[in-house]
């Protein structure tokens, strides 16, 4: 695992006369062994930022360090074998982000021929291994996609990025598809993981309480900015900015049951 | 699924009719050359031009030779050149559209443009330009057709590959550094592979009449060899002489084109039917299941919303499946009821079902579905939709596809006070203009004008309120209104229903898989779990964790982390699965998750009954803290026991 700086970084989509800033200055920095929580709604730009870190689009300008190397550099010259080393995305839907044709086995299996030495023949007993990692029963690997729940895909795709070994991990709205009753088990996954093999991970999501329960510090997002950064608790028990004020607001809480919380919501605009 | 794969193709009958041909055909390929291929070319002098005979049952041909011999033989020419230049066709189609899919932007535009420009050939331009080039023959009118074969199936392939090319799972591998060949052969073959099966043995009959027309042209198979087109176009020279000649070949012709047409469809609807699963007919499944007969109580004067019994039952493969069973509650004037459950619970369907929108081929039945004091149940569902009339509103979740795309949102909204209450256009207008001024449309006058894909996704959802309010409906039914939205977005939603509901006085059923968003909204809950309301709770409860009765109720609750959950522990979590519904299930649907579960819990299913805390749980083990017989009845030192304490503490 390595430290990740993204430093001025800025995504512009669209023609010259009527140009889109997705991105707009973003500075970002997670540590080795740390979990960054990025925080945003939809078109904040925080799924550009995400996408251009892997290398799934370029920047307009900035610059991406790995490890104190230039990510965007260093792309250009080496292989894309080498490239998925550096970093590994796991999806937002599980439905989709794994290959329906090949069983839970087969995926493992290639994505370990790829990067590891590992002979043929032990490559089952590896193959375990990561299923044991994200707590599922070896016989999983028999299976396809379309027969396992939404929580064990998840954990089938969190697997696969797993057994690549890369640098950092993107995790990019990993619990918005799945039910209630899951996210929290996929969470724990996450945790768990994080202290067992010391991931880097910048981990994105619009859910302020998933992000608080899981990582360190926060960045919040807002039109292609970062309007605010700092530890998780603080930034959500105590937010300093307006939008993240809004933000904190407006996520439904149990404790609110039976008040007329909505309806004074209303009123304040 | 996979063992039964084979007979359900071959049950079909035209599945089965088409196979055989098909197989007796290729049969022949093989063995008539052989056996008889000699004697069919050898002339024979002495016997010129017969008719049919015992010894030729169809007649001779101008050199002597036996026609029903030389048409079994030229099964090998005809059937191969088909099979050969369809394969060419289709692998340098698939090459051309597929391939594309793993090389990025740049070569799809190319490869795109060649695909058009050779789309735009006439097929009759292109085997003549092919005879100018190689002259007459076999190989010309292969080469010809493959050539005419090949951009279709390349456009076919480039349409499904799309699809795969924009896919997370190759973006996926691409992240994963899986090489670029193996993309095509791993990701994006196999996923296209079925259309382009179908496609290509429904083409090889298209191909086989194509090329018996060019040899009967004389631009195919020269003289000696044969096929049936070149044999059609001899037989006719003699046409009046002997009319038999060209019988044999004809037949064999019509036979193959329209064996390979009809394996073509029989394949395609069979792989149609493996992936939507092939359901039993009612007729099979015998009557939907239906629930004990219930003791049902007088009707009360202020319930909008009586269910009693309501069971949802849909045809499956090896039975009925019932996603909605034995489900009863009702609903006061005015009241908001959230439902929470997982997806598969049946929440959704029981709302629809209320509003008699099941889904075709549902069989809905309950003993009691009385609204606003008509009875719907036993009544059909046209029949019961005319006597809800528009007193029931929906909100749909996808805004986008709820709305149309080719009308004007205002003309939308206009509709209902046009059909169901006759109010003139003006007015109409003028109402449609008010519910979106009252959903806080800015500028409502302007906006009315504009089309959906103008509207931002919160304002659509709230122009969807306004729709399903503009009826004046007593009860407003929304399918996780807020489900794609961001939560700024969301509570301004969920804000106006409520504001709504309390404006018109309209009741509202709302269903949503967030326990806290139903929490905000509604004054009381149904829980609902593998197709039954396991809790039924007023929703100030839910702030004091303890006091729920039901165990999923409690895990469900404690399960999402929330702004002050404890950052050191892990969070709750509910073990398992939840049943398959398409098996019967025995005893509590929630047993096998279940910390408390008992021997009764998986033998006999609880009903609801009324409980301590005001609502009714059906639970043989219900939670509230104070109950002496339960608090210790199994298992105490389960995640699920740790989940609800933990809950209690924080």
């Not at chain 1, 619009?206 to 700092?230: F, K, P, T």
Request: hydrophobic residues 45%; aromatic residues 4%.
């Amino acid at each position: 695992m390595a430290e990740l700086v993204v430093s001025d970084l800025r995504v512009v989509f669209g023609a010259r006369k009527a140009p889109i800033v997705a991105v707009d200055g973003v500075h970002l920095v997670v540590p080795d062994g740390g979990v960054v929580g990025l925080v945003g709604e939809s078109g904040s730009g925080k799924s550009t930022v995400a996408r251009t870190i892997v290398g799934i689009g370029a920047p307009t300008s900035g610059t991406i360090t790995l490890g104190g190397e230039d990510l965007l550099a260093r792309r250009r010259g080496v292989s894309a074998v080498q490239r998925a080393k550096d970093v590994q995305m796991i999806f937002q839907d599980p439905y989709s982000s794994l290959n329906p044709r090949m069983t839970v086995g087969e995926a493992l299996d290639e994505v370990l021929s790829i990067h590891t030495e590992t002979p043929k023949d032990q490559r089952p007993a590896s193959i375990r291994r990561l299923l044991d990692l994200v707590r599922l029963k070896a016989a999983a690997q028999e299976q396809y996609p379309s027969e396992m729940s939404g929580g064990m895909r998840q954990r089938v795709a969190i697997a696969r990025a797993l057994a690549v070994r890369p640098r950092l991990i993107v995790a990019d709205e990993i619990t918005s598809a799945l039910d209630a009753s899951v996210q929290g088990a996929v969470l724990n996954l996450i945790k768990d993981l994080r202290e067992e093999l010391g991931l880097s991970m910048l981990f994105i999501t619009h859910n302020l309480a998933a992000v608080r329960y899981i990582a360190d510090s926060v960045a919040v997002m807002h039109r292609g900015r970062i309007v605010e950064q700092g530890p998780a608790t603080d930034v959500v028990a105590h937010p300093q900015e307006a939008y993240t004020r809004e933000l904190v607001g407006a996520i439904p809480r149990i404790d609110n049951a039976g008040t007329d919380y909505l309806l004074r919501t209303l009123e304040q605009r | 699924m996979s063992q039964n794969r084979k007979p359900s193709f071959l049950r079909s009958p035209m599945g089965l009719a088409s196979a055989t041909v098909v197989g007796l055909l290729v049969v022949l390929a093989i063995i008539a050359p052989p056996l008889w291929g000699a004697q069919a070319s050898t002339p024979n002098p002495a016997n010129l031009l017969r008719g049919p005979s015992s010894e030729h049952p169809l007649g001779t041909d101008g050199l002597g030779r036996d026609l029903l011999l030389r048409t079994l033989v030229a099964t090998r020419t005809t059937v191969g050149m088909a099979l050969i230049a369809t394969a060419c066709g289709a692998a340098a189609g698939l090459l051309l559209g597929a391939l594309p899919s793993v090389l990025g932007a740049r070569a799809q535009r190319w490869f795109s443009a060649v695909i058009n420009t050779w789309l735009a050939f006439p097929v009759l331009l292109l085997a003549m330009l092919m005879v100018i080039l190689m002259g007459t023959g076999t190989v010309t009118a292969v080469v010809a057709l493959a050539l005419t074969m090949t951009p279709s199936f390349a456009r076919l392939a480039q349409t499904l590959s799309s699809k795969v090319g924009g896919s997370e799972y190759l973006a996926a591998a691409r992240l994963l550094g899986v090489p670029k060949g193996r993309q095509f052969t791993h990701y994006v073959l196999p996923n296209i592979a079925e259309p382009i099966i179908v496609n290509v043995t429904m083409s090889i009959g298209g191909g086989l009449l194509a090329l018996s027309s060019l040899s009967f042209l004389g631009v195919g198979v020269q003289p000696p060899s044969y096929d049936w087109g070149r044999m059609l176009s001899e037989g006719f020279e003699q046409v009046y002489t002997t009319p038999t000649a060209v019988v044999g070949p004809a037949v064999m012709v019509i036979l193959a084109g329209v064996s390979f047409g009809m394996l073509g469809e029989s394949l395609a609807s069979f792989l149609r039917e493996r992936t939507r699963g092939r359901a039993l007919s009612p007729a099979k499944l015998g009557p939907a299941p239906v629930t004990d007969p219930l003791e049902l109580d007088p009707l009360q004067e202020d319930v909008l919303l009586d269910v009693k019994g309501l069971s949802v039952s849909f045809p499956g493969a090896d039975g009925w499946v019932r996603p909605v069973q034995d489900v009863s509650f009702t609903l006061h004037r005015g009241e908001i009821v959230g439902v929470v459950g997982e997806s598969g619970s049946g929440k959704s369907v029981t709302m629809m079902s209320v509003a008699q929108l099941a889904p075709a081929g549902a069989a809905v039945t309950a003993q009691r579905l009385n609204f606003d004091g008509t009875e719907l149940a036993g009544m059909r569902e046209q029949v019961a939709a005319k006597a809800i009339g528009t007193d029931i509103g929906i909100v749909f979740q996808d805004s986008l596809t709820a709305l149309n795309p080719a009308l004007r949102v205002g003309t939308q909204l206009a509709e209902v006070p046009r059909v169901h209450q006759g109010a003139t256009k003006q007015e109409a207008h003028e109402r449609a203009v008010e519910a979106l001024d009252s959903v806080r449309i800015p500028n409502a006058a302007h906006r009315a004008t504009l089309f959906p894909h103008e509207y931002s996704g919160g304002m659509r959802q709230r122009a969807l309120i306004a729709m399903s309010q503009i009826g004046k409906p007593k009860l407003i039914i929304a399918d996780e209104p807020t489900t794609a939205l961001d939560v700024t977005v969301q509570q301004r939603v969920l804000a106006l229903l409520r504001r709504e509901c309390e404006d018109s006085g309209a009741a509202a059923l709302v269903v949503s898989h967030d326990i806290a968003v139903l929490a905000e909204l509604c004054q009381r809950i149904l829980v609902m779990y593998a197709g039954r309301i396991v809790e039924d709770v007023d929703v100030r409860m839910l702030a004091h964790p303890e006091q729920l009765a039901h165990p999923y109720t409690r895990a469900l609750a404690a399960s999402l982390p929330d702004l002050d959950t404890d950052r050191t522990k892990p969070l709750a979590t509910i073990p398992g699965e939840p049943p398959d519904l398409s098996k019967p299930v025995t005893g509590c649907g929630f047993a096998d998750r279940c910390a408390l579960a008992s021997d009764r819990c998986r033998t006999e299913v609880p009903v609801l009954v009324q409980h301590r805390h005001g609502g009714q749980v059906a639970c043989f083990h219900p939670q509230d803290g104070s109950s002496p017989e339960d608090s210790g009845a199994a298992g105490s030192e389960t995640t699920l026991h740790e989940a609800h304490e933990e809950g209690a503490v924080a």
